[in-house]
C-alpha cells in the first residue's frame, strides 16, 4: 500500500523558534498533499492544500506567512511553522493523494506532535 | 454551514457488537469515509460509502442513507485493539474532505 512519512515525529522548540516538518510520499507519486492539524479531543482541521511546483492554498484563518508550505517534488512537502509559540503546540498531520486511481483515498502521515515551550 | 455529527464517545464489551452513528449536512456529497485512530497516531483508511447501502469488509461493516444524511460504522468481535477514536468524514462538492470531530471507543473486557 501507499506509504507517507514524516520528519520529526516529536519536536520541542522554544518560542519564537522555527520548525520544519517534513512529509515524503514514499512509494508513490503525490500530485496533492494536505496538511492538517489536531488538537487533544478535537477533530482534524484541514491548513492548506498543496499541489506539486504551485502555491499552497490555506483554509480561512490559517495564517500563510506563518505556516509556510513547500511542495517542491511529487514525493516532498514542507511545513514550517515560523516563529512559533505555545499555542502553536499541536499534533500536525500531512496526507497525500495521487491523480489517478482511488482518488478519494488519502494516504496518511504519522503526524509530528510538535511542543512550543 | 458543513456540519458532521458522531457520539463524543462509546463503551462496549470484548466481543460484542458497536454501531457508531455518524449525520451529515454539507454542500454536495462525493462519499463518506471512516478511519480509524488510534491515540498519537494518524488516522487509517476503513470504509468509503459512495451509494446507499451495506458495505461489508471482515469484522467491519459501513452503511450509508444519502437521502437521511445518515451513515454508521459496524463493529462486529470487538477485541481490545479496536480501542481507538473512529471518524466520519465526508467529500463534499469541491471534493474536499469534512471531519467530524471523531468517536473515542472504549473497549472493556
Known amino acids: 500500500g501507499a506509504v507517507v512519512s514524516q520528519h520529526p515525529s516529536r519536536v520541542i522548540c522554544k518560542s519564537g523558534t522555527s520548525v520544519k516538518i517534513e512529509c515524503r510520499s514514499l512509494?508513490?507519486?503525490?500530485?496533492?498533499m494536505f496538511w492538517y492539524r489536531q488538537f487533544p479531543k478535537q477533530s482534524l482541521m484541514l491548513m492548506a492544500t498543496s499541489n506539486e511546483g504551485s502555491k499552497a492554498t490555506y483554509e480561512q484563518g490559517v495564517e500563510k506567512d506563518k505556516f509556510l508550505i513547500n511542495h517542491a517534488s511529487l514525493t516532498l512537502s514542507t511545513l514550517t511553522v515560523t516563529s512559533a509559540h505555545p499555542e502553536d503546540s499541536s499534533f500536525y498531520i500531512c496526507s497525500a493523494k495521487t491523480g489517478t486511481g482511488d482518488y478519494y483515498e488519502q494516504y496518511f502521515g504519522p503526524g509530528t506532535r510538535l511542543t512550543v515551550t | 454551514g458543513q456540519n458532521i455529527d458522531q457520539p463524543t464517545e462509546m463503551t462496549a464489551t470484548e466481543g460484542a457488537i458497536v454501531q457508531i452513528n455518524c449525520t451529515y449536512q454539507t454542500s454536495g456529497f462525493n462519499g463518506l469515509f471512516w478511519y480509524q485512530q488510534h491515540a498519537g497516531e494518524a488516522p487509517t483508511f476503513l470504509s468509503y460509502?459512495?451509494l446507499d447501502g451495506l458495505e461489508e469488509k471482515g469484522r467491519f461493516s459501513s452503511f450509508l442513507s444519502r437521502s437521511k444524511g445518515y451513515s454508521y460504522l459496524l463493529l462486529k468481535e470487538l477485541q481490545m485493539k479496536d480501542s481507538a477514536s473512529y471518524l466520519c468524514?465526508?467529500?463534499?462538492?469541491?471534493?474536499?474532505?469534512?471531519w467530524g470531530a471523531g468517536t473515542k471507543l472504549i473497549i472493556k473486557p
Open positions: 468524514a465526508v467529500m463534499d462538492s469541491n471534493y474536499q474532505l469534512i
Open positions: 512509494d508513490f507519486q503525490a500530485t496533492t
Open positions: 460509502n459512495v
